[in-house]
């Protein structure tokens, strides 16, 4: 194995702007490089408000259940849970809850 070389070499570190400009949303070409020093700092953009977490389930022995159910079926589910944002499998705790609700 001497003597052995591979193609590739250590990656390029970017500069700082660079790394600016990438978090930031640029590219290279929208920012020269006057415009990186001499550009005052922008103001953080604005937080979005998350969702609403649904309330923790408490700590209890869980158990798996596997069942089968048609493709369309599960797409319908997944898209309204994804709108929503909610979980899939805490969704089926809650109808499994409300149809056999405990003593």
């Known amino acids: 194995m001497a003597g052995k070389t591979v193609p590739f070499g250590n990656p390029r570190r970017p ?19 006057s415009a990186a020093v001499a550009a005052p700092p922008q103001s953080p953009p604005a937080v979005l408000e998350e969702a609403p977490r649904p309330a923790p389930v408490p700590k209890v022995p869980m158990k798996r259940l596997t069942f089968d159910i048609p493709a369309t079926t599960h797409m319908r589910m997944k898209l ?3 709108g929503e944002g909610k979980d899939m499998a805490e969704e089926l705790r809650v109808m499994i809850e409300r149809r056999w609700p405990a003593p």
């Open 15 to 33: 500069a700082p702007e660079e790394l600016d400009a990438f978090v930031h949303g640029k590219t290279p070409a929208e920012q020269s490089p």
């Open 80 to 82: 309204a849970c994804v």
